[in-house]
């Protein structure tokens, strides 16, 4: 038998604890799981052929094309190299950067670079794109200070990308090398492991979450880009590009929400593989 | 356990709930394509709604923008009191797109998106007795299989031209005649050929098909059976090695242009004004010996249409002779209304462009939608468009 007081009070807590949550999970629910689960549901439709409008009589046949059709499976393979090499890119020039940015630079320097990475994510996104279109050109800057350029393509889609993305990663790196004390360095080297040790051994499983973290982040935007790709990657096509594709020219909705099911199963991957890491924790 | 089942149970039933809900069958878009929707076209002209929305083509209503010169948009707003609204369509796939949305009033459209914007009652009728420049447009433009059904009128047209093969006279220096230049001849500037970026292009590549390659018996190229659309795909897959980017925003074609990018490639008359009047790089244009793709477009009004008084006002305006010139002379094709000849500013224009020519009007190939049942009525083994978007991206790989 309960008290009821107790019970009393227990319920009213529930309640003003149901007011707070409710709002936020009812965006969560019908915004964003509603939307997915509407893409879900549409993959399995089919189109009028003449005016394309959308059929809802379930077919799998949308599913079954994605998952055989060769120029898919290309496009696929091509896209998450893409993502691959602008996530390695980025890994590459944030690790060093945030390191000395957390570890070496005096505090002013440090702010000055903190600032310097995030300004330019202040400035749109087709400035930018359209700024490495200028720079890659056969007759731009690139050409006249190097006497080369990649021209545009697969190589200038990730080069771009990459400066894109780089914010994403500098920060939680720079994040995870502070977190790191002094003391745990200094202890490594009075201990007289050298320097490269101590990354090895001390600093790189400590910051490995934040490197996991960020790559989180320049491998999913990576994915579902397709605006770049347009600007400088000449006659490429990305996965982006052939759902945008199958949604605008052919108006084929469900084919585009079949299509679009790869990105998203390869991000859900990339985000157990990441998990098992612990960088989840870290985001 | 139980009541995570339970609490999965109720998650689960919410979703259907609102799968269900956005579902609800609002299916009404034509499902086959006997016939269009009914729709009733206005019956009388009100007065202008203050607003007008439009879905046009670059170089369609210019409002003093891109050239202080260049501008018809802005003495209709002072003229009707409908304030101009336009949203710069690229491709007639996006202008589909767009005018399903139904925030516009009205739209600009080719061949290839007219009969699915009727078909899917995007569209409505035009009342052709509200449209007093309509009497004299080009007899050969009206109740043309591609404007009207059983009849009735769904658009006013504007006006009508060929797609062009435009060069960098500095680099390719044997001027071209031929499509051929960009096909099997694209090889000699590998990597700088340009190319439009919709499935419809696979048109051109089957136009030129249909003269070289006569025992493949292409005789429409909208009207491709599955080898031909093959072989037209061969050959683009061919073309796609030498192409340096494909180009649907026309801005970036000129820009491609000019930075070198592309030299040489299929075009509009208005990309080759633009390069003319920045006079960075030197371009000549060419209607090659094997005829070409080309366009009739038509205004249409929204069957949603927010401000159809102003949509009729504009329609009637855009086809008055003396902007009817205008915008033809601008955009370089030939005008719909037959008056407009004697407000060109060159006094020839009409004879270039075979403005009241009805034979040459007859040997462009206008984009059209292609179908199951072949558009020039040869059968019902033609290819869809769907499966040209399909080869489309087969073809960029």
């Given at each position: ?283 | ?56 083509w670059p170089g369609y209503?210019e409002?003093g923008?891109n050239d202080p010169k260049v501008d018809w948009?802005?003495p ?57 420049n309509?009497?004299t447009i080009s ?18 047209p504007h006006g009508w031209g060929a797609n062009l093969?435009m ?100 075009s509009w008359q208005v990309i080759a004004n633009m390069l003319t009047a920045d006079n960075?790089?030197k371009i000549a244009t060419v209607l090659?010996?094997?005829?070409s793709?080309g366009w009739?477009d ?20 855009i086809t008055s002779p003396q902007v009817n010139a205008q915008v033809a002379e601008y955009f370089g094709e030939a005008p719909a209304q037959t008056k407009a000849c004697e407000f060109t500013s060159d006094k020839n224009f009409c004879a270039t462009f075979h403005a009241t020519d009805e034979?040459y009007a007859?040997?462009i ?33």
């Amino acid at each position: 038998m309960t008290v009821p007081g107790r019970s009393s009070h227990r319920s009213r807590s529930r309640i003003s604890l149901a007011f707070l949550l409710v709002p936020p999970l009812a965006w969560l629910v019908i915004a964003y799981l509603g939307s997915l689960a509407v893409l879900l549901v549409s993959a399995f439709w089919s189109t009028d052929a003449f005016t394309g409008a959308v059929v809802r009589t379930y077919t799998s046949d949308n599913v079954t094309r994605v998952l055989t059709e060769a120029v898919f499976r290309t496009a696929t393979l091509r896209t998450i190299g893409v993502a691959l090499a602008v996530t390695a890119i980025c890994i590459v020039l944030a690790v060093p950067l945030a390191l000395y940015m957390a570890k070496v630079a005096s505090p002013r320097v440090r702010l000055a670079l903190v600032v310097a990475v995030t300004t330019p994510l202040w400035a749109s996104y087709l400035v930018k794109a359209y700024a490495w279109r200028m720079l890659l050109s056969p007759q731009g800057p690139l050409t006249w200070a190097a006497g080369h350029t990649p021209g545009y393509g697969l190589i200038a889609t990730v080069l771009t990308l990459a400066y894109l993305w780089l914010p994403y990663m500098v920060i939680p790196v720079f994040a995870a090398f502070e977190r790191v004390p002094n003391t745990l360095i200094d202890a490594s080297s009075d201990l007289g492991a050298p320097d490269l040790t101590t990354m090895r051994t001390v600093m790189a499983p400590l910051v490995f979450p934040g490197i996991a973290a960020g790559s989180i982040f320049t491998f999913s935007l990576s994915m579902g880009d397709y605006i770049a790709v347009t600007i400088v990657g000449g006659k490429t096509q990305m996965l982006g590009n052939i759902i945008y594709g199958q949604l605008v020219t052919a108006n084929n909705q469900p084919l585009a929400a079949a299509l679009s099911l790869i990105p998203l199963a390869a991000i859900v991957g990339y985000l157990l593989a990441m998990r098992r890491t612990g960088a989840l924790e870290n985001v | 356990m139980r009541t995570t089942t339970r609490r999965l149970g109720v998650a689960l039933a919410a979703c259907a709930a609102l799968v269900a809900a956005c579902s609800s069958p609002t299916n009404s878009g034509g499902a086959n394509s006997s016939a269009p929707p009914k729709g009733e076209p206005l019956s009388a002209l009100g007065d202008g709604e203050g607003q007008l929305n439009l879905v046009a083509w670059p170089g369609y209503a210019e409002d003093g923008s891109n050239d202080p010169k260049v501008d018809w948009v802005q003495p209709f707003e002072q003229q009707t009191g409908c304030k101009v609204n336009v949203k710069i369509g690229n491709t007639s796939d996006e202008m589909v797109q767009l005018m399903r949305t139904g925030q516009f009033d009205g739209v600009s459209a080719s061949g290839d998106a007219t009969l699915r914007l009727i078909y899917a009652g995007d569209v409505a009728p035009v009342n052709t007795k509200l449209v007093p420049n309509y009497d004299t447009i080009s007899s050969f433009l009206k109740d043309q299989p591609w404007n009207s059904v059983a009849g009735q009128m769904f658009g006013i047209p504007h006006g009508w031209g060929a797609n062009l093969l435009m060069y960098n006279t500095d680099v390719v220096k044997n001027a071209p005649d031929s499509w051929g230049a960009v096909f099997p001849g694209a090889t000699e500037v590998k990597g700088k050929v340009t190319a439009y970026d919709s499935p419809i292009y696979i048109a051109d590549a089957a136009l030129y098909l249909s003269k070289t390659k006569p025992e493949l018996g292409i005789k429409n190229p909208y009207a491709l059976t599955s080898e031909q659309l093959d072989a037209a795909a061969e050959l683009l897959k061919a073309q796609h090695g030498n192409i340096g980017e494909y180009w649907s925003d026309y801005t970036k074609a000129v820009q491609a242009f000019e930075s070198g990018t592309s030299v040489i490639g299929t075009s509009w008359q208005v990309i080759a004004n633009m390069l003319t009047a920045d006079n960075k790089v030197k371009i000549a244009t060419v209607l090659p010996k094997e005829g070409s793709t080309g366009w009739s477009d038509t205004w249409m009004v929204s069957s949603k249409a927010a401000h159809p008084n102003c949509m009729y006002k504009w329609m009637d305006y855009i086809t008055s002779p003396q902007v009817n010139a205008q915008v033809a002379e601008y955009f370089g094709e030939a005008p719909a209304q037959t008056k407009a000849c004697e407000f060109t500013s060159d006094k020839n224009f009409c004879a270039t462009f075979h403005a009241t020519d009805e034979d040459y009007a007859k040997r462009i190939s206008y984009w059209t939608t292609p179908q199951k049942q072949c558009v020039d009525g040869s059968g019902d083994n033609c290819t869809a468009y769907s499966e040209w978007v399909d080869k489309w991206q087969q073809i960029k790989g």
